[in-house]
């Protein structure tokens, strides 16, 4: 059975940081297109960054310099992070990790119905 876990979200103030955790069963992540999404309420899931089947990182412009992420170096291979620095009050909302994306114009893309979808770990950011 294919599921993700996230974990590490919390509240910092700002220019903080947080590393958020993904960890997958069922399935080697290096595998699939994984990619890092959130949302604030009121407002559409966007694309935060993924990296594709080939292992190439993409980034959405506003995180970039600010956002790292990886993948585990263990031999599982099981789990992806996402490290975010340097965080603003914009950064506040709900992440998740998707597997099964596509990039579409170095933009990963998944509609909510499709592929698969952790729960989600908040991330608040107070100025």
């Known amino acids: 059975e294919v599921e993700l876990m996230e974990s590490g979200g919390g509240s910092v103030q700002t220019g903080g940081s947080l590393r958020l955790s993904c960890v997958a069963s069922?399935?080697?992540?290096?595998?699939?297109?994984m990619g890092w999404f959130r949302q604030s309420p009121g407002q559409e899931r966007e694309a935060v960054g993924g990296?594709?089947?080939?292992?190439?990182?993409?980034?959405a412009d506003f995180v970039k310099g600010r956002f790292t992420i990886s993948i585990s170096k263990d031999n599982t291979k099981s789990t992806l992070y996402l490290e975010m620095n340097s965080l603003k009050p914009e950064d506040t909302g709900m992440y998740y990790c998707a597997a099964e994306c596509s990039v579409w114009s170095g933009v990963p893309t998944l509609p909510p119905d499709s592929g698969y979808w952790g729960q989600g770990t908040q991330v608040t950011v107070s100025s």
């Open positions: 069922g399935f080697t992540v290096v595998n699939y297109c």
């Open positions: 990296v594709d089947v080939d292992g190439k990182i993409y980034y």
